[in-house]
């Protein structure tokens, strides 16, 4: 199988040695997206509604890129700043995922890049 890079250009572009996404025969999977406006390439200001939302937004862009939408993802792994924003998140996390949503999984984690309050990356299949 062949690998396909997937690049977007209403989602952020990679601040490190990664790229958004890789296509590899069906399945999609994404580097992880942090709350960055791909206009400005600045971390939107707000709480973790805000933050989770342009954070999904980001990852939206990158599936249809590739074709794909949040219909085609079957795994999230979210990682937020405080475990304590878990509710709001899902609150977020809930528009853009419905029933059935895909497998998942939500830690809190030490730190994120640039200070944000949640990053989240996901895999994606389609026949």
Do not use: H, W
């Not at 025969?25 to 580097?31: E, I, K, M, W």
């Not at 406006?37 to 590739?66: M, S, Y």
Request: proline residues 6%; contains cysteine.
């Amino acid at each position: 199988m062949s690998k396909e890079i997937i690049s977007s250009e209403n989602a952020p572009k990679a601040i490190g040695p990664y790229v958004q996404a890789v296509k590899v025969g069906n399945f999609l999977f994404t580097s992880g997206q942090i709350p960055l406006d791909p206009a400005t390439n600045t971390i939107v200001v707000g709480d973790i509604k805000v933050q989770a939302k342009r954070v999904l937004d980001n990852l939206v862009a990158v599936l249809n890129e590739a074709g794909l939408t949040t219909k085609n993802v079957v795994k999230t792994t979210c990682f937020l700043k405080n475990i304590n924003d878990f509710t709001a998140f899902n609150e977020v996390y809930a528009e853009y995922f419905t029933s059935p949503a895909p497998a998942r999984s939500c830690v809190e984690v030490a730190r994120l890049p640039k200070g944000v309050l949640c990053e989240v990356e996901l895999v994606a299949y389609k026949d």
